[in-house]
């Protein structure tokens, strides 16, 4: 009988640490010289910088208004970046956020978006949701507040993408 307990309090200590390790592993590593919990020299441009975590190394700001209406999803306690929902590959796609909303975020490589958008397309459409056919974009994307060059970089990442 105490045998049996105490093998089941071993299992699950074993269980439990199985499950913080990897946790603990995980983490981001701490804030680098480059701003970002990913680390110095974690991306090969600026443009990439941005589009994973909405920070630049100019040290501009970033910020957006709108967005999913629903806190519940990916918003937790970070800030969202383009990735977040037109995911690693800018290929965008389906989310789900809960409660049977889905989201989808389009494709915008610039490969996907180079027969509709220019530059100045593309900032009205980042900065005011304004799609080119003269319609305005869902909330869910956000309504970004960028610089010039920050957007420049942006664009030429979006370029480099497969
Ligand atoms: C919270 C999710 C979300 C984030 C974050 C987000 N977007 Fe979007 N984006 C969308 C959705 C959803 C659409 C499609 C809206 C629609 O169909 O009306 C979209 C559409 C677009 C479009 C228009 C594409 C087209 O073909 O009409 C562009 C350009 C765009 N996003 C760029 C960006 C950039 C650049 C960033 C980062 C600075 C970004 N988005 C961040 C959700 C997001």
Same mark, same amino acid.
């Given at each position: 009988m105490d045998r049996e307990i105490k093998t089941s309090a071993y299992g699950l200590l074993a269980v439990i640490i199985a499950l913080v390790l990897p946790a603990c592993a995980s983490r981001p590593q701490s804030v #680098? /010289? /480059?701003g970002t919990?990913?680390?110095t020299g974690a991306f090969r441009s600026n443009g990439e910088r941005i589009y994973f975590t909405a920070t630049s190394e100019? #040290? +501009?700001a970033i910020t957006y208004t709108s967005g999913p209406a629903s806190n519940g999803w990916m918003m937790g306690d970070g800030q969202l970046a383009c990735a977040s929902c037109h995911g690693p590959n800018g290929r965008g796609g389906a989310h789900n956020m809960g409660m049977m909303q889905t989201m989808t975020a389009k494709d915008i490589r610039w490969s996907a978006l180079q027969s509709e958008f220019d530059a100045e397309k593309f900032r009205l459409a980042v900065t005011k949701g304004q799609d080119p056919d003269g319609t305005q974009?869902? +909330?869910d994307m956000p309504r970004w507040n960028i610089s010039d060059d920050d957007r420049a970089d942006l664009i030429a990442y979006l370029k480099t993408l497969p």
């Open positions: #680098g /010289s /480059s919990a990913w680390g100019r #040290g +501009t974009l869902n +909330t």
